[in-house]
């Protein structure tokens, strides 16, 4: 069983919605810090949002105001709740987690998450 697993990915328009959602396996993964990360083709990956423990959030500047990040600890889940979508957001979506209750809330990086699902991709068009 996979320790996280991304799902609600898809093609849609520009201006459209989706909800992504990362199932972790136990609250071992699913306890500490979350985030969501995504790469678009040639691109480096990069940090689009973080939620702590407490549900303290952090945002990439490009998705501030669109996108939103929450938990559903009882449910080990996370989301992404995106609105707006523009053609630069299309990508492979990650979930990452990592254990304790430390968490870099002011600066998403690859190097501090443990965890990660085999992503699920989102594509948009104009």
């Known amino acids: 069983q996979a320790q996280l697993a991304e799902s609600g990915g898809g093609s849609v328009q520009a201006g459209d919605s989706l909800r992504l959602s990362c199932v972790a396996a136990?609250?071992?993964?699913?306890?500490?810090?979350m985030g969501w990360f995504r790469q678009a083709p040639g691109e480096e990956r990069e940090g689009v949002a973080g939620v702590d423990g407490d549900g303290a959030t952090v945002y990439a500047d490009s998705v501030q105001g669109r996108f939103t990040i929450s938990r559903d600890n009882a449910k080990t889940t996370l989301y992404l709740e995106m609105n707006s979508l523009k053609p630069e957001d299309t990508a492979m979506y990650y979930c990452a987690s990592r254990p304790g209750r430390w968490c870099n809330l002011r600066r998403l990086r690859e190097t501090d998450y443990a965890f990660w699902g085999q992503g699920t991709q989102v594509t948009v068009s104009s």
């Open positions: 136990t609250t071992a993964y699913s306890s500490g810090c």
